[in-house]
């Protein structure tokens, strides 16, 4: 069964940085979109950023833009998520997902597969 595996997350201070990483079990994504959601306590899943199956496009929500960065590291197929100018909202379990298709999306049931999640806590 191809698995999602999260790694990266932690407790930080605002304003720090933090970098995910998401590698796949086997390179069945090395075409696919990936995208990043987040879930806070009490609140929906939420779209954080997306990357197209060629890496030619990326989409991040309005609340992080400026802020993430999405890469794709080839060599590993993994799907970077570097944060910066970390706030306390952004304190959430931190899931990556990625799609059949090479189209990116923002929306969860569009992704056919999960990772575990990873908890990113910023403490003010």
């Known amino acids: 069964q191809v698995q999602l595996v999260e790694s990266g997350g932690g407790l930080v201070q605002v304003g720090d940085s933090l970098t995910l990483s998401c590698a796949p079990s086997e390179r069945t994504f090395s075409s696919s979109a990936m995208g990043w959601f987040r879930q806070a306590p009490g609140k929906e899943r939420e779209f954080v950023a997306a990357m197209n199956g060629s890496g030619g496009r990326i989409d991040y929500a309005d609340s992080v833009k400026g802020r993430f960065i999405v890469t794709r590291d080839n060599a590993k197929n993994a799907l970077i998520l570097q944060m910066g100018s970390l706030k306390p909202e952004d304190t959430a379990v931190y899931y990556c997902?990625?799609?059949?298709?090479?189209?990116?999306?923002?929306?969860?049931?569009?992704?056919?597969?999960w990772g575990q999640g990873i908890q990113v806590t910023v403490s003010s």
């Open positions: 997902a990625a799609r059949r298709g090479s189209n990116g999306s923002q929306f969860n049931a569009d992704y056919d597969y």
